[in-house]
């Protein structure tokens, strides 16, 4: 019996709305078992983003990217190698040669391992370490429900499918965060993230050389650092006024035509978020507030908890 995409949706939406409801997440999960965790966390994010503002965007990113995948929400999977008999989500399409900050969280694990051993989860520290690199850009900071578990496996196959592509279309989105449990709102809000980060030549290239609805000049501007052909990994700033800062320049870009990606643009392009871009180019609070509450309803997408999964020595492995 053939299932409609809006059935699909709808479906996926449901058992991820169910399995949220059931985790055990509390902001106080380690307050006896690791009390120094978030100071621990806090301070290696500072000294990170000190050395490289960049990373706060790539640790938000990665944090994306391991909540969209698999049902079990930000479960970690993204942080597993690949080995001879596992393929993780590393090279997978929207991933490979893309995704930084495995580092970061290596020596944020290794730091809590010494004062906390098999206590804390490589995503419970993804989840604060998320946090802690808006907050040091700028942005808004959040009380983060901890007490998720280690996946023990993970789905190439997932994140080519799941992750939504710089090329989506608005509906695209809107499907991909409703598959999440999420709203359009949500989408709109959570995509104010690319105020601050880098993109590749290869994912705005096509919009910048062939779509519409941009700004002439931007596109003059971007096309000298991206042919249209070769440089795929000639870097771009997501937001062209403030880079590092985590504010909403990048709705004020993108009612100026000056939005990156193609699918940046489309939350701007006489469709059902254009007034909430409006709103958000002009209101920064409100913002910043719609960002935090839409992190905290991504990171309680259908978390692990209880027995299921593990807490991992090593993030970069199973145990």
């Known amino acids: 019996m053939a299932v409609s995409v ?9 058992f991820c709305l169910v399995a949220t409801s059931s985790g055990q997440l509390s902001p106080a999960f380690y307050s006896r078992s690791c009390p120094t965790l978030q100071t621990i966390v806090r301070q290696t994010m500072r000294t990170t983003v000190l ?16 909540c969209f995948v698999n049902c079990t929400g930000c479960d970690a999977s993204v942080l597993l190698d690949d080995t001879a008999t596992f393929t993780g989500e590393k090279n997978a399409g929207p991933n490979a040669n893309s995704l930084r900050g495995f580092d970061v969280i290596d020596t944020i694990k290794t730091a809590v391992e010494m004062l906390c051993p098999g206590t804390v989860s490589c995503a419970d520290i993804l989840a604060l370490a998320a946090r802690d690199g808006v907050a040091l850009l700028g942005g808004p900071s959040w009380t983060v429900a901890l007490g998720r578990r280690d996946a023990t496996t993970a789905s190439q196959s997932a994140a080519n499918s799941n992750l939504p592509g710089p090329g989506s279309s608005l509906s695209q989105l809107i499907a991909a965060f409703a598959a999440k449990g999420l709203n359009a709102s949500d989408m709109t809000a959570l995509y104010g993230a690319h105020t601050i980060g880098q993109a590749r030549c290869v994912n ?81 609070g409100a913002f910043a507030a719609d960002f935090a509450a839409a992190m905290v ?23």
Request: net charge positive; glycine share 6%.
């Open 51 to 66: 050395r490289d503002p960049r990373m706060g965007a790539s640790l938000l990113r990665l944090f994306f990217h391991d």
């Open 6 to 14: 809006e059935s699909f949706v709808k479906l996926c939406c449901l």
């Open 204 to 284: 705005f290239r096509s919009h910048i050389y062939n779509d519409a609805n941009v700004d002439t000049g931007f596109a003059s501007q971007r096309q000298r650092n991206c042919p249209s052909s070769g440089g795929d990994n000639n870097l771009a700033p997501l937001d062209v006024q403030t880079a590092n800062t985590f504010d909403n320049a990048y709705y004020r870009n993108l009612i100026a035509f000056r939005g990156l990606l193609h699918s940046d643009q489309e939350l701007f392009n006489n469709g059902t978020q254009d007034a909430l871009v409006q709103q958000y180019s002009t209101n920064a």
């Open 297 to 319: 309803r991504m990171g309680n997408i259908s978390p692990l908890t209880g027995s299921r999964g593990e807490i991992r020595s090593n993030c970069r492995r199973v145990n």
